[in-house]
């Protein structure tokens, strides 16, 4: 029996509303098949489930909002049958379980099927629970009033949302200017509380390098010589690709600090920061830019942008960054000094790409330049390193051919 | 339209008394300054002259003793009055009626009644300091085999004496000291008024305020400035002590979700824990919020005005109770 519970996409997330279904009950999922939509204050998310096996009961109706850990759905293995299955829940106390949801159905969804440790009982009042239970509302799918206290008026609200249609449209709606401006502010917050997590807790130091970009700029006119326009790239690959060589020699800037010790990651996956429309941002991962080429990283970043603004991320993308960059290189500063986003440990800024002299071989040139900067976690690393990974990217950034070379895809 | 005229507290309970004296021969009014003085709150002012001595008695500075005296009388076959000063001073009686009038009919089989109504003056706010302020209601309301009436208002001061002269059981009524001057107007004829139910004195769907006695006008207060902000409490006023009304009580609750209890005696096993308890008991899925209470400081109530007030549970404190129970505080 597999148990498919609501992912973390990420620091800032602990409740998601539960769009769409993409499985039926008796269908058959494979590792990493999106199974549903999932939107957060920042983006609707394709979730994917990591186990193979075949959907037994979907157990939350869409558009409830739930916390991160609920579960969503009960899977079948190979070699188990539906009864046993039936079985198993029963015998975990699950019962009130519907056997199968009814599309009209209200939402409910069932107790922990699996014996967890304890964790902090939730306030909730015992209005609230009977409520609840009257609407068929499982309690835990309800969120807490601003007190922290599930109240009547909560699971009212919440039985509200859950009955008001959806849109027929449930990925990507035009939300309306209310909903988009309560967005802004929900997405506001949680960034708020995510970046304050992050200055409180991660020692941060900040290292700035100028490096000079002639020759991949050089190198990029050459390689878009000829090209239409829209197979052009972008000068953001090259930069996600020194930064990707550069980790591979500074493993300390790349993985994840938790439980009091850094746990250096295998992928080079690196989180984009990418600005919204409506305001906020989202860092979704590039995965393996060490491994790919410059087309393909080309490709998949566009992909991704496009994806990002239209609200179909993956939640693999969404969770996966190992390491983030970012550029406000388009607004037109000189230097950004990134917030790192935890658990990851450091964070790549570049600037603007400007036009300035530079002195070479005792001469002066013009020639483009970007500021990159470093901002790490003085807890796994501290500035001499720091200083040597500005400045291997600085210089792998000055031979292109090397860095766009063969790679395996 | 029935009509009204005015009234205070203490003309009520007056009035009540001269009607039960000429009602029922049975009657007799007995306590400390109850006949020449007009009793320590005026209440009997006039009955001596008007009824005579065999019917207004003054007795000796014993609580013991008049009680006692008072128990032996109604079980005689007559319908005394016994009255109190306050019930700081009525402890020193408490043994007559704990163990022989709460008991009598019990240890009796049935026998014996003891038809006594035994008044007393309660509560703090006129700066008689610790020796004459308490609220030791719950001490009688803790007992099986008594009634006891808290008249909060000028009609159930007029008519509550009656059926509590009528009941053949001992029954306490506690005035507070405070309400003696209340002024307002009572409908003439005044009507009958039972001493089973609580009453419901303002209808509200946010939360209820269970209170009785005393702590009702400051409760009304604390309700008006509550509705200025949006909170619409229902106010109870129990009325009856013992036995509750659990029913009025809690139905309030389940429209309401939202329980605070204000009682002037002091939180610790007080009226206010045994009517969250009950409440509790009977409507935990009903409950929104943790029930509340709004009691008198744990301390013996101080003499120096200022003091005397920031221990009395004053609107101010009935007002951020039920703010926080509402989730707004």
């Known amino acids: 029996m597999i148990e498919f519970r609501l992912p973390s996409l990420g620091a800032d997330m602990d409740e998601g509303k539960l769009l769409q279904w993409l499985v039926a009950p008796g269908d058959a999922v ?23 096996g075949t959907v037994q009961r979907l ?3 869409p558009g409830t909002t739930i916390p991160v850990g609920t579960l969503l759905a009960v899977l079948r293995e190979s070699g188990e049958s539906a009864a046993d299955v039936e079985q198993r829940i029963a015998a975990t106390g699950a019962a009130a379980v519907p056997a199968a949801m009814p599309v009209p159905a209200p939402p409910r969804a069932a107790p922990p099927l699996a014996a967890s440790a304890p964790a902090e009982r939730r306030r909730v009042s015992p209005a609230a629970r009977r409520r609840a239970a009257e609407l068929a509302i499982d309690i835990d799918d309800v969120p807490a009033g601003a007190d922290g206290t599930v109240a009547l008026a909560d699971v009212e609200r919440t039985a509200r949302v859950a009955a008001a249609p959806l849109p027929a449209a449930a990925r990507a709606p035009a939300p309306a200017a209310a909903t988009m401006a309560e967005r802004a502010e929900q997405m506001r917050k949680v960034i708020g509380a995510a970046m304050a997590r992050s200055k409180r807790e991660i020692p941060h130091y900040y290292l700035a390098e100028d490096v000079p970009l002639a020759s991949v700029v050089a190198w990029l006119g050459e390689r878009n010589a000829g090209r239409p326009v829209t197979d052009r790239l972008l000068l953001a690959p090259l930069l996600l690709k020194g930064v990707a060589a550069a980790l591979r020699r500074f493993a300390e800037f790349n993985g994840y600090y938790r439980d009091e010790s850094f746990a250096p990651a295998e992928g080079i996956h690196i989180g984009v920061a990418i600005s919204l429309r409506a305001g906020g941002l989202v860092t979704p991962a590039l995965m393996d830019v060490d491994r790919k080429d410059v087309d393909r990283l080309n490709r998949e970043l566009l992909d991704l942008i496009r994806r990002t603004r239209a609200g179909s991320l993956k939640s693999s993308e969404l969770s996966a960054g190992t390491v983030t960059v970012t550029s406000l290189g388009e607004q037109g500063v000189g230097a950004v000094y990134g917030v790192i986003y935890p658990p990851q440990v450091a964070l790549v800024g570049f600037g603007r790409v400007t036009e300035r002299p530079w002195a070479v071989d005792g001469g002066l040139r013009v020639m483009p330049v970007v500021t990159a900067t470093l901002a790490a976690d003085h807890r796994v690393s501290d500035g001499h390193r720091g200083g040597l990974f500005l400045a291997a990217l600085r210089d792998l950034l000055q031979n292109p051919d090397e860095l766009t070379g063969p790679t395996t895809p | 339209m029935a009509n009204t005229r005015a009234s205070t507290y203490r003309d009520a309970l007056r009035e009540a008394h001269r009607e039960a004296l000429a009602r029922d021969p049975r009657v007799l ?4 300054d109850v006949g020449r003085y007009g009793g320590a709150y005026a209440v009997t002012k006039g009955l001596l002259a008007e009824f005579g001595e065999a019917r207004i008695r003054d007795t000796p500075l014993s609580e013991l003793a008049f009680v006692g005296t008072g128990i032996g009388a109604a079980l005689g076959g007559l319908r005394p009055i016994v009255e109190v000063m306050t019930v700081n001073f009525s402890l020193l009686s408490l043994d007559q009626v704990v163990n022989t009038a709460a008991t009598v009919r019990h240890m009796s089989g049935g026998q014996f009644s003891v038809p006594i109504v035994i008044r007393m003056a309660t509560g703090a706010g006129r700066q008689l300091a610790a020796q004459h302020s308490h609220s030791l209601e719950v001490w009688y309301a803790h007992v099986p085999g008594i009634r006891v009436l808290a008249p909060a208002t000028i009609e159930d001061a007029r008519g509550m004496l009656w059926p509590a002269l009528a009941d053949p059981d001992p029954v306490v009524i506690f005035e507070h000291a405070q309400l003696y001057n209340l002024e307002g107007e009572l409908a003439d004829p005044p009507p009958a008024v039972d001493i089973a139910r609580a009453a419901v004195r303002r209808a509200g769907r946010d939360a209820t305020i269970v209170t009785y006695g005393g702590s009702l006008p400051r409760v009304a207060v604390a309700a008006e400035e509550l509705a200025r902000e949006g909170i619409e409490a229902e106010v109870i006023d129990l009325r009856v002590l ?16 939202r329980v605070v209890v204000v009682d002037e005696g002091w939180c610790t096993c ?6 969250i308890a009950g409440v ?6 009903d409950l929104d919020a943790p029930p509340a209470r709004v009691c008198t400081e744990e301390v013996p109530i101080p003499y120096a005005r200022h003091m005397e007030e920031a221990a009395l549970p004053m609107p101010p404190k009935i007002v951020a109770a039920v703010r926080r129970a509402c989730g707004k505080a």
């Open chain 2, 270 to 275: 007080s009226l206010a824990a045994e009517i």
């Open chain 2, 29 to 32: 009014i007995m306590g400390e």
């Open chain 1, 59 to 61: 157990l939350v109706e």
């Open chain 1, 30 to 52: 494979k590792q990493g098949q999106v199974i549903c939509v999932v939107d957060t204050v920042k983006a609707a998310i394709d979730v994917e489930c990591w186990h193979d």
């Open chain 2, 280 to 285: 509790t008991e009977r409507a935990f899925f």
């Open chain 2, 242 to 257: 013992r036995p509750l009304d659990w029913e009025t009580i809690v139905a309030s609750v389940r429209r309401t979700h």
